[in-house]
């Protein structure tokens, strides 16, 4: 079962979908404000399910024994890549004292956030789809 993975995923999509928002408020700061506290705990989440991100992702794609298994080796190193690149953005933005709704907006618009993004999409749709046509076989 992918269950660590997906789970992993689902915090980083949680935290995007939140940026989204508090990048729409137009705040010049994250102090004195919900929306402020939240940012931070958001992003803090988010690092820690980038650290060992690949690693989830090559357990579940061998776990689910999915072949031919190069390719997964590859995309598993392509997401590597993209965690670290998006991990540098992130911890230089909660390195900074205050955290605009612009810088976040700024955030969003990374590349490396959006390219692991995408990854994350496209390999949790396999993996998810991969698992229910396996419950779908057993059951038959």
């Known amino acids: 079962m992918a269950i660590d993975f997906l789970e992993r995923c689902d915090v980083i999509e949680e935290c995007y979908e939140f ?7 137009g705040l010049p700061t994250d102090d004195g404000s919900p929306a402020g506290r939240e940012v931070r ?3 803090q989440n988010v690092r820690e399910a980038l ?4 690693g989830s992702c090559r357990q579940a794609t061998t776990a689910q024994q999915l072949e031919p298994a190069p390719p997964y080796d590859a995309f598993c190193s392509m997401l590597d890549r993209d965690v670290r690149d998006s991990l540098a953005a992130i911890e230089l933005v909660l390195a900074q004292p205050a955290l605009s709704s612009q810088l ?5 618009a990374s590349s490396h956030l ?9 390999v949790g749709e396999i993996l998810r789809t991969r698992e229910k ?8």
Do not use: H, K, M, S
């Open 41 to 43: 705990i958001q992003l």
């Open 19 to 25: 940026l989204l928002g508090y990048a729409a408020q």
């Open 133 to 140: 046509v396996a419950v779908a076989n057993e059951r038959e």
């Open 51 to 54: 650290i060992g991100l690949e």
């Open 114 to 122: 959006r390219a692991l993004l995408t990854d994350l999409f496209l």
């Open 104 to 108: 976040i907006d700024n955030l969003n």
